[in-house]
């Protein structure tokens, strides 16, 4: 299951690189078939298999800081519950290329194992959302995601009966917005000293509300702040920034190993 953790939040970190790495990396080091890299406007993954198994990774964004900063509440209907819209258009801009390649190497017939960090993590929700029904998704492993559905999405999320594992490292400070939404499924809390800290879905705080990401207030303020920061970037602004890494998140999970 750890190594299963390393392998994807690997495939997640592999998915900021170019396509030409990317393929590199799939096929002449990780030994798959196939490596598929799709660009949309603002979207990216890559799409590799072999025999057995389809391995979907979805970037992440590149400028954190500004993502935040910017980042909306605004939700829309779809079939499967009200979603972030911003991460439901994100994956439609690539969802057609994505399916056509996945059809072209028998998707269908085979393992889906999907992941992705920060916004990656998002679009992978969506992509498990769209496809429960579609593909045999046999894994979700997302690092670091922002929560994505509120209302009815978490009960049709349950469809994927426990195949579903968010990890969150410490304090990262993506996992905690944007405010209304709510996170679903099995929570893998990486702890300072590299611990996995099991936790339930609903967190509570002291008054007994659920408090897993903040409320629309802190958010605003929390959006202020951003704004009000020189343009040099995160660095020391806040520790959550640093736990929001990918390759954090590898570390840590390379010290969980290593004990």
């Known amino acids: 299951d750890r190594l299963h953790s390393l392998a994807l939040a690997s ?34 993954c890559f799409v590799a298999s072999t025999a057995s198994t389809v391995l979907v990774s979805f970037r992440g964004t590149a400028g954190l800081r500004d993502w935040l900063r910017d980042l909306s509440i605004f939700s829309l209907n779809t079939d499967y519950g009200s979603v972030h819209n911003g991460f439901y258009y994100g994956f439609k801009q690539v969802s057609n290329e994505l399916e056509r390649i996945m059809d072209s190497v028998y998707a269908q017939s085979k393992k889906v194992i999907l992941t992705g960090h920060s916004l990656g993590g998002a679009l992978a929700t969506i992509a498990a959302a769209e496809w429960v029904d579609v593909y045999p998704i046999s894994t979700i492993y997302t690092f670091g995601q922002p929560a994505v559905g509120k209302g009815e999405f978490s009960s049709h ?36 000293t590299g611990v996995i800290i099991h936790e339930s879905l609903q967190v509570t705080n002291n008054q007994g509300s659920v408090s897993e990401t903040m409320n629309e207030i802190e958010f605003m303020l929390f959006q202020e702040s951003l704004s009000s920061q020189a343009s040099s970037g995160l660095e020391g602004f806040l520790p959550s920034f640093k736990d929001h890494s990918s390759l954090q998140y590898i570390r840590k999970i390379l010290t969980i190993l290593n004990h």
């Open 11 to 44: 495939a997640s970190y592999l998915a900021y690189s170019s396509a030409e790495e990317v393929r590199d990396i799939c096929i002449n080091k990780w030994g798959f078939d196939t490596c598929d890299f799709i660009k949309g406007s603002d979207t990216e």
């Open 157 to 192: 999320m349950n469809n994927l009966g426990g195949r579903f594992f968010r990890v969150v490292n410490d304090d990262d400070i993506v996992a905690k917005v944007p405010p209304t939404y709510r996170h679903i499924e099995k929570l893998k809390k990486l702890g300072v």
